[in-house]
């Protein structure tokens, strides 16, 4: 069975950071994208980052390029989002999530065959 634990969230102020971790179980990043995605209540869920399988190529939403970096260890099965300098408009559900996405909808959620349980980041003004 294909397991992802996310971990790591909490509440921070503005300005503040946070690191969440994704430990997969049951797939090899070597196959499948993993990616984070959040959903803050009343809006949609949306793409925050996303690693490809083929090249490792990293992608990001443009709310977030130049605080969030998105990295993975391999070796570890982990997938980790370092989340610098919040914003209170980044409070959400953050989920990991794994699958095998065509390049072009490597951001849509949809895409994604496997999913964590979610982890609650909440920033503060």
């Known amino acids: 069975d294909v397991q992802l634990q996310a971990s790591g969230g909490g509440s921070v102020q503005a300005g503040g950071s946070l690191r969440l971790s994704c430990a997969a179980s049951?797939?090899?990043?070597?196959?499948?994208?993993i990616g984070w995605f959040r959903q803050a209540p009343g809006k949609e869920r949306e793409g925050v980052s996303c690693i490809s399988s083929s090249d490792g190529s990293t992608y990001y939403a443009d709310s977030v390029k130049g605080r969030f970096t998105i990295s993975r260890d391999n070796a570890k099965n982990t997938l980790y989002l370092q989340m610098n300098s919040l914003k209170p408009e980044d409070t959400a559900v953050y989920y990991c999530a794994a699958g095998r996405p065509i390049l072009s909808t490597i951001t849509n959620g949809r895409s994604y065959e496997y999913w964590g349980q979610g982890t609650q980041v909440t920033v503060s003004s």
């Open positions: 049951g797939l090899s990043f070597d196959d499948h994208a």
